[in-house]
């Protein structure tokens, strides 16, 4: 293992949800365990640099640092949350906003992992996490504008700079609230328990 179990910040957010550092007003919004059944994966609000609303990480709730370490119910769980993770924020957005999720992007880069400082690994704090990030129809304008202008604006590779834009959707800037709403929602969409700061 490339990351100190003791040191992993999802490990230390699975352990301690209530934490001050994972309270909504800090990007947080608590952890919603999606598995009775052992598939072994969690669900939080994304409170990382660049997060807007609905921005959401979808992590193994056992210290596992690459796709390879996922066991068979985890793996076969994985799919089943990634799909209803978008079924349920399409749902949430039409409902509360009235505009659409055009495409819920998932990745996971676990660059980390390779960062190094003066040639010693520096590995990331978090173990294996999905970032699924979803792209409203009110971007539209925000992610093509590159295209039209042959500026370096927003698309898919870099949409972590959207929030930052003066002509972002206000309503997508993270509150307390609005992240609570989200994560009671979701909780209840999934049947599980949420467990907040």
């Given at each position: 293992m490339l990351i100190d179990q003791t040191q992993c910040d999802?490990?230390?957010?699975?352990?301690?949800?209530?934490?001050?550092?994972?309270?909504?007003s800090k990007g947080g919004g608590g952890i919603i365990l999606l598995d009775s059944n052992g598939g072994g994966w969690a669900l939080n609000h994304y409170a990382g640099s660049g997060v807007y609303l609905g921005w959401m990480a979808l992590l193994t709730v056992g210290h596992k640092e690459q796709i390879s370490d996922l066991d068979s119910r985890e793996l076969m769980s994985l799919g089943t949350h990634l799909q209803r993770v978008d079924q349920y924020l399409r749902d949430y957005w039409e409902q509360v906003f009235h505009d659409p999720i055009e495409q819920m992007y998932a990745i996971c880069f676990m660059e980390g992992l390779h960062d190094q400082i003066s040639?010693?690994?520096?590995?990331?704090?978090?173990?294996?996490?999905?970032?699924?990030?979803p792209r409203f129809k009110s971007m539209d304008q925000l992610m093509r504008e590159h295209q039209l202008t042959g500026s370096s604006g927003i698309n898919a590779w870099n949409i972590y700079k959207a929030a930052k834009r003066a002509d972002f959707p206000v309503e997508y800037i993270p509150k307390e609230e609005t992240i609570r709403g989200l994560m009671v929602y979701l909780a209840g969409r999934f049947g599980a328990l949420l467990h907040l700061g």
């Open positions: 999802a490990c230390k957010l699975l352990l301690h949800p209530s934490h001050p550092e994972h309270r909504p040639g010693e690994p520096t590995p990331s704090p978090w173990h294996l996490h999905f970032h699924l990030i």
